[in-house]
């Protein structure tokens, strides 16, 4: 049988074939489109893991639509904590890499509610501390919201207080955690450990590896150096306007404010209040109080009602005792008070004890000592008490204040581990604003990684010379590496010149006006020094280059505990007269250079100022002369080094200026410069300037090859 054909009599036999093809055409673009519809569904439905860019932001942070994560009963539990973990063994510091800010990257999980079988919540909603403690963290320079960029993983899952968890189903959510890995590189944070009866010291919740930052820890749950101790936050902190209340004797000078207390450590406190009468305060929970009136902020003494916490600011000292946990909030309240903490309770590890001195804050007193205690703090002097105080309250402002304030010191230690090169000083933890000096670091105490260049600040110290002054302002602003120039206007009987008439540099300046003409003010540390590096001019040095400026701060960055300078003087000792003379002729011998134009630390500004041997810095002032030579003595005299000249260079005499313009051309000021010599010499007791018979040249300096080569070509002449 043949098969037959039937051809559209209105058109070729293509026809049919050209239907064909669009036929195909959709079939493909359908099959496409379902594939696609499939293979989303499939997606959306099959088990996996989805981990956003941006898991902790504004939207989710809300408890309302979290994702529901079903545990089973079987799901795996982690171990319990492991207490041989340190940071050597338990931490993957791999995982945090290099970074030029030397800063972790801290990743938290989405917020989710985890339910049992049963449709019973693990726990219960997110606390409003620990909301704020995750905000803290998303709002930190710390915080990444890429996973793969983390460094630390910090759960969204609430275990700051342990009365409201579920111990097995919460350490089961703890395992359903994408990048759990046995907890390595997890940091939890549990302000409130243990439960009844035994009140355990840290938190009971399984954890494996994860670190803890914990409110309570005692010396037998502590990992030291991997765990970190945190305060109990007390909520008072936000809810009373406590104003800071100066140092010096109060009205009780031993108060007991906690309630609930042991009945054995009631009884030795109220034995305290019976032997020392009406100087040790004893409160305890009030019973009479009127309907309305909340209880946690009012103290009793038999019927006498006291607010809470503001009585604490009426001691000297404050009893922190152990209640059932160890960690008590009651320390905050007493620091937020200035009253200074008298710490009863053995074996507590103090919040952030690895970095903070806790004895310029607080006594801690032996359990077994407590009937002792009164006499013990007697024995305090009271300048140190004022201190106590001035610390206490310092601790809380910069510490204990916030949630956020814990969160973020907390993070800090970590931080601190990790890149200890970059780590936070002991000075920049315990010092107080008042005392703090800023970024100012010792130069003795050198980074174990060279810092990154900030350039150096420009002092010029000038009375009445505006013409040199505008010279020396034009030539030191070509140098590549200034950052900022100072100028300090000595005069107080004329102004400086109006804005428009000074030069125009590409640097920041500024004009300082003194109160006094003294020749101190160069070395006063001044806010305006945000550079290490200090370069101290006089406004007639008009005659270096900046080829030699350059080169001198470079070779200041080699040895920054060092003055590093270009005109050289000796000392030397005058056997007739049997005492040290001063000398500025050309010698084959240095050992001082002077500030007239040297690069020093600025750390050397406030040893200047503030901790200058005898009355060496007032006897300057009132001789207007050797300040120079009081400087190169005290570097000397803390690093017990010599000084470093630079270049060949050794007239320094400006030819524009007059006999009447220097005080350095005045024949008595030179006679002077030796006494200051033996003047100084006897203050501090001995000679510290060191002689040497070298200086610093370029290396190809002098040498026959191309000036366009060198890196600093014109060094000038003598």
Same mark, same amino acid.
């Given at each position: 049988?043949?098969?037959s054909v039937k051809y559209n009599i209105r058109g070729p036999?293509?026809?049919?074939?050209?239907?064909?093809?669009?036929?195909?055409?959709?079939?493909?673009?359908?099959?496409?489109?379902?594939?696609?519809?499939?293979?989303?569904?499939?997606?959306?439905?099959?088990?996996?893991?989805?981990?956003?860019?941006?898991?902790?932001?504004? =939207?989710?942070?809300?408890?309302?639509?979290?994702?529901?994560?079903?545990?089973?009963?079987?799901?795996?539990?982690?171990?319990?904590?492991?207490?041989?973990?340190?940071?050597?063994?338990?931490?993957?510091?791999?995982? %945090?890499?290099?970074?030029?800010?030397?800063?972790?990257?801290?990743?938290?999980?989405?917020?989710?509610?985890?339910?049992?079988?049963?449709?019973?919540?693990?726990?219960?909603?997110?606390?409003?501390?620990?909301? #704020?403690?995750?905000?803290?963290?998303?709002?930190?320079?710390?915080?990444?919201?890429?996973?793969?960029?983390?460094?630390?993983?910090?759960?969204?899952?609430?275990?700051?207080?342990?009365?409201?968890?579920?111990?097995?189903?919460?350490?089961?959510?703890?395992?359903?955690?994408?990048?759990?890995?046995?907890?390595?590189?997890?940091?939890?944070?549990?302000?409130?450990?243990?439960?009844?009866?035994?009140?355990?010291? @840290?938190?009971?919740?399984?954890?494996?590896?994860?670190?803890?930052?914990?409110? &309570?820890?005692?010396? /037998?749950?502590?990992?030291?150096?991997?765990?970190?101790?945190?305060?109990?936050?007390?909520?008072?902190?936000? =809810?009373?306007?406590?104003?800071?209340?100066?140092?010096?004797?109060?009205?009780?000078?031993?108060?007991?404010?906690?309630?609930?207390?042991?009945?054995?450590?009631?009884?030795?406190?109220?034995?305290?209040?019976?032997?020392?009468?009406?100087?040790?305060?004893?409160?305890?929970? %009030?019973?009479?109080?009127?309907?309305?009136?909340?209880?946690?902020?009012?103290?009793?003494?038999?019927?006498?009602?006291?607010?809470?916490?503001?009585?604490?600011?009426?001691?000297?000292? %404050?009893?922190?005792?152990?209640?059932?946990?160890? &960690?008590?909030?009651?320390?905050?309240?007493?620091?937020? @008070?200035?009253?200074?903490?008298?710490?009863?309770? !053995?074996?507590?590890?103090?919040?952030?004890?690895?970095?903070?001195?806790?004895?310029?804050?607080?006594?801690?007193?032996?359990?077994?000592?407590?009937?002792?205690?009164?006499?013990?703090?007697?024995?305090?002097?009271?300048?140190?008490?004022?201190?106590?105080?001035?610390?206490?309250?310092?601790?809380?402002?910069?510490?204990?204040?916030?949630?956020?304030?814990?969160?973020?010191?907390?993070?800090?230690?970590?931080?601190?581990?990790?890149?200890?090169?970059?780590?936070?000083?002991?000075? #920049? /933890?315990?010092?107080?604003?008042?005392?703090?000096?800023?970024?100012?670091?010792?130069?003795?105490?050198?980074?174990?990684?060279?810092?990154?260049?900030?350039?150096?600040?420009?002092?010029?110290?000038?009375?009445?010379?505006?013409?040199?002054?505008?010279?020396?302002?034009?030539?030191?602003?070509?140098?590549?590496?200034?950052?900022?120039l100072l100028v300090v206007w000595n005069n107080q009987n004329?102004?400086?010149? =109006?804005?428009?008439?000074?030069?125009?540099?590409?640097?920041? $300046?500024?004009?300082?006006?003194?109160?006094?003409?003294?020749?101190?003010?160069?070395?006063?540390?001044?806010?305006?020094? #945000?550079?290490? @590096?200090?370069?101290?001019?006089?406004?007639?040095?008009?005659?270096?280059?900046?080829?030699?400026?350059?080169?001198?701060?470079?070779?200041?960055?080699?040895?920054?505990?060092? $003055?590093?300078?270009?005109?050289?003087?000796?000392?030397?000792?005058?056997?007739e007269m049997n005492k040290w003379k001063y000398e500025s #002729?050309?010698?084959?011998?240095?050992?001082?250079?002077?500030? &007239?134009?040297?690069?020093?630390?600025?750390?050397?500004?406030?040893?200047?100022?503030?901790?200058?041997?005898?009355?060496?810095?007032?006897?300057?002032?009132?001789?207007?002369?050797?300040?120079?030579?009081?400087?190169?003595?005290?570097?000397?005299?803390?690093?017990?080094?010599?000084?470093?000249?630079?270049?060949?260079?050794?007239?320094?005499?400006?030819? =524009?200026?007059?006999?009447? !313009?220097? $005080?350095?051309? !005045?024949?008595?000021?030179?006679?002077?410069?030796?006494? %200051?010599?033996?003047?100084? @010499?006897?203050?501090?007791?001995?000679?510290?300037?060191?002689?040497?018979?070298?200086?610093?040249?370029?290396? $190809?300096?002098?040498?026959?090859?191309?000036?366009?080569?060198?890196?600093?070509?014109?060094?000038?002449?003598?």
């Amino acid at each position: 049988m043949c098969a037959s054909v039937k051809y559209n009599i209105r058109g070729p036999a293509l026809i049919p074939r050209m239907k064909t093809k669009h036929r195909i055409y959709y079939i493909t673009l359908f099959s496409i489109v379902l594939l696609g519809l499939i293979a989303t569904g499939m997606f959306q439905f099959w088990p996996h893991s989805i981990e956003s860019s941006n898991d902790w932001n504004v =939207e989710k942070r809300s408890v309302r639509d979290v994702p529901v994560v079903r545990l089973p009963a079987d799901s795996p539990i982690p171990e319990r904590g492991d207490l041989s973990c340190r940071m050597h063994t338990c931490f993957d510091v791999y995982r %945090c890499g290099f970074n030029p800010k030397n800063k972790i990257k801290v990743y938290i999980y989405a917020l989710k509610k985890y339910v049992d079988d049963f449709g019973v919540p693990v726990s219960n909603t997110i606390s409003r501390e620990y909301n #704020e403690l995750l905000t803290a963290i998303s709002d930190s320079d710390y915080y990444t919201d890429d996973i793969s960029r983390a460094c630390l993983f910090v759960p969204s899952i609430d275990v700051l207080n342990q009365n409201t968890l579920r111990i097995k189903e919460t350490a089961q959510a703890l395992a359903q955690l994408s990048r759990w890995d046995r907890g390595t590189n997890h940091l939890l944070f549990n302000m409130l450990p243990g439960g009844p009866p035994d009140y355990n010291t @840290a938190l009971d919740v399984p954890r494996d590896r994860a670190l803890l930052a914990g409110g &309570g820890f005692s010396t /037998w749950t502590y990992r030291q150096g991997y765990d970190v101790s945190i305060p109990v936050y007390s909520p008072l902190s936000a =809810e009373v306007d406590l104003p800071e209340k100066g140092p010096g004797p109060r009205r009780y000078f031993l108060l007991s404010s906690q309630v609930g207390l042991h009945p054995e450590y009631r009884e030795d406190v109220e034995a305290l209040q019976v032997k020392h009468g009406e100087s040790v305060l004893v409160l305890d929970k %009030c019973t009479n109080l009127s309907e309305g009136v909340l209880s946690v902020r009012k103290r009793c003494h038999k019927h006498q009602v006291f607010d809470y916490p503001q009585v604490l600011q009426e001691a000297t000292f %404050c009893v922190v005792l152990r209640g059932a946990r160890l &960690g008590q909030a009651v320390l905050s309240d007493v620091l937020q @008070a200035g009253c200074v903490p008298v710490v009863i309770a !053995d074996s507590y590890i103090l919040p952030f004890s690895e970095v903070l001195d806790w004895k310029r804050a607080s006594v801690v007193v032996p359990e077994e000592k407590m009937s002792d205690v009164y006499s013990i703090l007697q024995s305090i002097p009271q300048r140190q008490i004022e201190e106590m105080q001035r610390q206490a309250r310092w601790f809380w402002e910069a510490y204990f204040q916030s949630i956020k304030a814990i969160a973020l010191a907390t993070l800090q230690i970590i931080n601190d581990r990790i890149y200890p090169y970059a780590a936070i000083s002991y000075e #920049e /933890w315990n010092d107080p604003p008042a005392v703090k000096w800023g970024s100012v670091s010792n130069p003795l105490f050198l980074p174990l990684i060279p810092p990154q260049s900030q350039g150096f600040t420009a002092i010029v110290l000038t009375y009445d010379r505006v013409e040199s002054l505008f010279r020396v302002i034009t030539e030191v602003s070509k140098v590549p590496s200034l950052s900022k120039l100072l100028v300090v206007w000595n005069n107080q009987n004329k102004n400086p010149p =109006e804005d428009s008439l000074w030069p125009k540099i590409r640097v920041p $300046l500024k004009v300082v006006r003194t109160a006094e003409n003294k020749l101190s003010n160069r070395f006063f540390p001044y806010d305006e020094i #945000e550079t290490e @590096a200090v370069l101290a001019i006089d406004d007639d040095i008009i005659m270096l280059t900046s080829d030699e400026l350059q080169f001198g701060y470079e070779v200041w960055r080699e040895f920054p505990d060092r $003055l590093v300078g270009y005109p050289g003087r000796l000392h030397l000792w005058d056997h007739e007269m049997n005492k040290w003379k001063y000398e500025s #002729e050309w010698t084959n011998e240095v050992s001082m250079v002077l500030t &007239g134009a040297a690069f020093y630390h600025k750390y050397f500004n406030y040893l200047y100022t503030y901790k200058m041997p005898g009355d060496i810095k007032n006897w300057v002032d009132a001789h207007m002369n050797c300040e120079d030579i009081a400087m190169n003595f005290l570097v000397a005299n803390v690093t017990g080094k010599a000084v470093i000249k630079v270049t060949p260079r050794k007239k320094f005499k400006c030819p =524009e200026c007059t006999a009447i !313009d220097g $005080l350095s051309l !005045d024949q008595t000021h030179m006679v002077e410069r030796s006494e %200051c010599i033996n003047k100084f @010499a006897s203050v501090f007791g001995t000679m510290p300037l060191k002689v040497v018979e070298h200086r610093a040249d370029p290396v $190809l300096y002098k040498d026959d090859f191309p000036e366009k080569l060198k890196s600093f070509p014109n060094i000038g002449s003598l």
